[in-house]
Nanobody, 122 residues
Framework: QVYLVESGGGSVQAGGSLRLSCAAS????????MGWFRQAPGKEREFVAG????????DYADVVKGRFTISRDNAKNTVYLQMNSLKFEDTAVYYC???????????????WGQGIQVSVSS
């Protein structure tokens, strides 16, 4: 019913930029949150960024603040993650996620995309 499909990943050199896209289908929230998570090999999945899907509020992991920006295009039902000044440590599989409610910085999201690889070389 609900599915999220990521695109825009790939390989870049440190200092470069990528923009991830998440095409969302089937979401029917009165209020809700769209988020991005990532998981590096051997590490736990971690919150990266999130926003109210209706607009307004955003939140970020401390490690990406000032470098990553989450945004959306409601007409396209798409959420973006603009990643600038990429570091080797940003290398991970990135997941789009969605949840009901207003709490952004939580792992308790309801729906998840399949993930997309981002690789940053030094």
């Amino acid at each position: 019913q609900v599915y999220l499909v990521e695109s825009g990943g790939g390989s870049v050199q440190a200092g470069g930029s990528l923009r991830l896209s998440c095409a969302a289908s089937g979401l029917r929230f009165n209020s809700g949150v769209m988020g991005w998570f990532r998981q590096a090999p051997g590490k736990e999945r971690e919150f990266v960024a999130g926003m109210w899907w209706s607009g307004g509020r955003t939140d970020y992991a401390d490690v990406v603040k000032g470098r990553f920006t989450i945004s959306r295009d409601n007409a396209k039902n798409t959420v973006y993650l603009q990643m600038n000044s990429l570091k080797f440590e940003d290398t991970a599989v990135y997941y789009c996620a969605a949840k009901a409610g207003l709490l952004i910085k939580t792992t308790a999201y309801d729906y998840w995309g399949q993930g997309i690889q981002v690789s940053v070389s030094s």
